[in-house]
């Protein structure tokens, strides 16, 4: 089984594009680095909460993920634009479409 791992965040009124744009941009460089799967999505209930969904060979590949300089560059970019509410879920992923 892998790891998986879904989040979401809020962001601060105004900023939620903003943010999803810094998210998918940083993307890119993430199946090398051992994710299967990430899905941004943006919540239908208000027009602040982004929901992120991941799946990665291990959650090794996930901690070590959030060391490289793209992604260290973009959570700092994004941080003044969140609130500071999140949630997560860490899962083992037992297979599904598209991985």
Do not use: N
């Amino acid at each position: 089984m892998t790891y998986g791992c879904i989040a979401s965040m809020k962001t601060r009124p105004g900023f939620r594009d903003e943010v999803v744009t810094l998210l998918l941009s940083a993307a890119g460089g993430l199946r090398e680095a051992g994710c299967d799967l990430c899905l941004v999505g943006l919540s239908d209930d208000d027009e602040t909460t982004i929901w992120v969904t991941e799946v990665w060979r291990t959650r090794e590949h996930h901690d070590a993920s959030l060391e490289l300089p793209e992604a260290r560059d973009a959570i700092g970019r994004a941080r003044p634009m969140l609130t500071g509410e999140f949630t997560r879920q860490e899962v083992s992923v037992a297979g599904g479409l598209g991985l």
